[in-house]
């Protein structure tokens, strides 16, 4: 059987750029699809990162002007991808994150730079190289929102759509009076195009418009039908939820793999797993911490946000603490988190480690060093960290929303009893809440049986992208054959 043609459009793919799980996602899901039978080629923004690692680049397509400039659409592969890149300087020849400028802000011309990439999208999908024409446009986030608009609207021939959200909480919304700038017919702006409540909301038209939503868990679907987590698209969710499909994120395995990662002070597997201990002596060592190997050590990788739940975790840090535990935590964002965090640091120096920033490779040893790994999330699509966690044995401690619901066993009475268990849930997102769950992490922790049984538990899970990509495929498939 042919394999399958399909392009997906996406702002960030790792190991090229990435600021989210997006990037993670973008970069792993085609590899695992393309053993589905299915050929992904990946639309990219031309950053320079992305130009960079470009491989075998040739020039595919020329736009005299496109929103505002000259462009190149080059086609290329990189890391094993089959990728094009808009290559558009006066859009993306900028360093630093894809999203904001120097001083933190996003940058003002956000709306033309992502339109541009949507446009692109849809002109592939409609056949602009010849000897290339995808079944189907995989569209990701808000940044590739607008894909769906300008088939829409653009009249001709038209592959069928599905748009993932990876967080309903980012949505591209912008003035109303940059329509005619973005290219699209006055009839667009209405509440069954891109209008959104006065404005342009790309994230809203690509929900309005794509033939199929997919989101990356089965509790996040369900959650944002509700106007708790809707974000004010509930309603446009409930009407369209027979389109809708929760399909949970995978990582990948090659990547994330304690036996193999180069990234560890010593390589461990489900059968060794006593030579954690080296690594969270290194951890300890990196951090500042004391070298307690008796110590409930807790990891956190995060953005640092309110929708991560940082300061629910700062609100509990002093039961963390008298519980005998330590803390090694990285991540950046939100200013005012970022010092809290330091602050908390200073205040407990040898018993909380914090670097503000982010470094992939350690990353990886606070996977493999840590004993337990903090995601206490107010709302988690899916997230990523806490299925590194259950292939590196470092067990998560979870807040029970969206993802982490579906991929954590509570180590509850009857987890326990039924030999399942595979972390700790806790709700609502409270600090109080968390601070529950840290007192019967750290009490199984003690009990050095129960504990290996939820680390092997962890361990044994299918967290690879197979079940999901044959999910997606299914999807493909579907959309395809109508």
């Not at 939503?213 to 369900?222: D, E, G, K, L, R």
């Not at 840090?317 to 950046?332: D, P, R």
Request: glycine share 12%; net charge negative.
């Amino acid at each position: 059987m042919p394999h399958l043609p399909v392009l997906s459009v996406a702002s960030e793919l790792y190991p090229l750029v990435k600021t989210g799980g997006l990037a993670d996602v973008a970069g792993a899901l085609p590899g695992a699809l393309r053993r589905e039978g299915i050929a992904v080629s990946t639309l990219l923004p031309g950053y320079p990162t992305v130009l960079g690692g470009l491989c075998r680049a040739e020039a595919a397509h020329d736009f005299a002007d496109l929103f505002g400039g000259p462009a190149r659409l080059l086609s290329g592969r990189a890391k094993g991808l089959d990728l094009f890149v808009l290559d558009a300087p006066h859009l993306y020849a900028r360093p630093g994150n894809p999203y904001l400028g120097p001083d933190g802000a996003d940058w003002p011309d956000n709306a033309l730079r992502f339109a541009a990439l949507s446009f692109v999208g849809a002109r592939l999908g409609q056949g602009l190289l010849p000897g290339y024409r995808p079944a189907a446009v995989h569209c990701h986030d808000w940044q590739a929102g607008l894909v769906p608009a300008f088939l829409h609207y653009g009249g001709g021939a038209r592959p069928d759509t599905v748009l993932t959200v990876h967080n309903l909480a980012f949505q591209g919304v912008f003035p109303a009076e940059l329509l005619p700038a973005l290219g699209l017919p006055d009839r667009a702006l209405h509440v069954d195009g891109v209008e959104f409540h006065g404005a342009i909301g790309f994230l809203k038209a690509g929900l309005r418009l794509a033939d199929r939503i997919t989101t990356v868990s089965p509790t996040y679907a369900s959650e944002i039908c509700s106007p708790e987590a809707g974000m004010g698209l509930d309603g446009l969710l409930r009407g369209r939820a027979d389109l809708l499909t929760g399909i949970l994120n995978g990582i990948d395995v090659d990547t994330w793999n304690p036996a193999t990662d180069p990234h560890l002070a010593a390589r461990y597997g489900a059968a060794d797993p006593a030579s954690r201990a080296a690594n969270k002596r290194a951890l300890q060592a990196r951090f500042g911490l004391a070298e307690l190997a008796d110590a409930p050590l807790f990891g956190l990788i995060s953005r640092l946000s309110w929708q991560k739940g940082v300061d629910l975790l700062l609100e509990a840090l002093s039961v963390l603490l008298a519980e005998g535990g330590q803390l090694a935590l990285l991540g950046a964002g939100d200013p005012a988190l970022e010092a809290a965090c330091a602050e908390a640091a200073a205040r407990a120096p040898g018993r909380v480690g914090c670097l503000i920033g982010y470094d992939e490779g350690l990353a990886h040893l606070i996977q493999a060093g840590s004993d337990a790994l903090l995601v206490p999330s107010r709302f988690e699509p899916c997230g990523l960290t806490q299925l590194c966690a259950l292939r590196y044995g470092a067990v998560p401690v979870v807040a029970r929303v969206g993802g982490l619901a579906d991929t954590v066993i509570d180590a509850n009475p009857a987890g326990l009893a039924a030999g399942a268990s595979t972390g700790v849930q806790f709700a609502p997102a409270t600090a109080t809440a968390l601070e529950y769950a840290i007192r019967r992490a750290t009490s199984l922790f003690r009990d050095r049986t129960t504990w290996a049984q939820i680390q092997a538990n962890g361990m044994a899970a299918d967290v690879s992208w197979a079940a999901p990509a044959r999910a997606y495929a299914v999807l493909l498939r579907e959309v395809t054959a109508r």
